[in-house]
């Protein structure tokens, strides 16, 4: 294992569980200082105590980030700890399946709130410190259903394609501050989020997708601490796709030609 983010400090949201959990467990083993952010604190904290008992450098914090005014706390905290940030991972996420007819107000601002409301702000609010790293590197957690959509989900679609949008929109300021901003879009992944859904719902994502199989928390993993290391230095405004194969289906479930 390399050490390429050897005395950074890289932000983690979502950070107890899937790919959160795997991207802390990178940072941390390449050498960055960890701030792992989650709203579970003892998943967290254990997280943090496994790795910290390795040797490496984690931190765990605890915020729901479903609340703003938590969310500018805990950030504000975190730059009172950290006056530099190299690396800010935004992956807090929230996936609730509800018709259009079953929408209410709570839901469509709680899911909001996590898969794009809190991205801005700590985007926003970490700025001091991101402008203190001399190169540094936001990572936006997407999705395919912010590409195309996903029929259960509509609002957290929304989000989802708000968010690829909004790090678009935020990398030419950005980039002026020598600060790159890219996403991540996962398809499939085996997550405790993808257990929401019926395992025959998984089972057919899996099917479809020509791979053949869900990835793994640690392939997406992988993007991100590529999107964040110096490899991808001169790569901002971007999204990367990691689905298996599932985003050339642009004529849904359509299988290869016969021979």
Not at 218 to 234: H, P
């Amino acid at each position: 294992m390399n050490d390429r983010f050897h005395g950074q400090v890289a932000v983690v949201t979502g950070s107890a569980s899937g790919i959160g959990r795997s991207s802390v467990e990178r940072f941390a083993a390449e050498g960055a200082h960890v701030v792992a952010v989650d709203v579970t604190a003892d998943a967290n904290s254990a997280l943090a105590d496994e790795l910290v008992g390795q040797g490496l450098s984690v931190e765990a914090v605890v915020a729901d980030l479903a609340q703003p005014g938590e969310v500018v706390r805990v950030a504000r905290r975190i730059i009172d700890r950290c006056p530099r940030i190299d690396v800010l991972f935004n992956n807090a996420g929230l996936f609730e399946a509800v018709s259009v007819e079953a929408v209410g107000m709570e839901h469509w601002r709680r899911v909001l709130a996590v898969n794009l409301e809190c991205a801005f702000l700590l985007i926003r609010e970490l700025l001091p410190s991101l402008r203190a790293a001399p190169s540094a590197s936001v990572v936006n957690n997407a999705s395919v259903d912010g590409l195309f959509g996903h029929p259960a989900a509509p609002v957290y679609s929304l989000a989802k394609g708000a968010l690829l949008t909004m790090t678009r929109a935020m990398a030419h300021e950005l980039g002026t501050q020598r600060i790159r901003i890219n996403s991540v879009v996962p398809g499939g992944i085996a997550t405790p989020m993808a257990t929401q859904v019926p395992r025959h719902v998984s089972d057919e994502v899996a099917r479809l997708t020509p791979l053949g199989r869900l990835g793994a928390p640690a392939e997406v993993a992988e993007v991100v601490l590529f999107l964040a290391s110096s490899a991808a230095s001169f790569v901002t405004g971007e999204a990367i796709v990691v689905d298996g194969g599932r985003n050339s289906l642009t004529a849904g479930s359509l299988g290869p030609p016969d021979p």
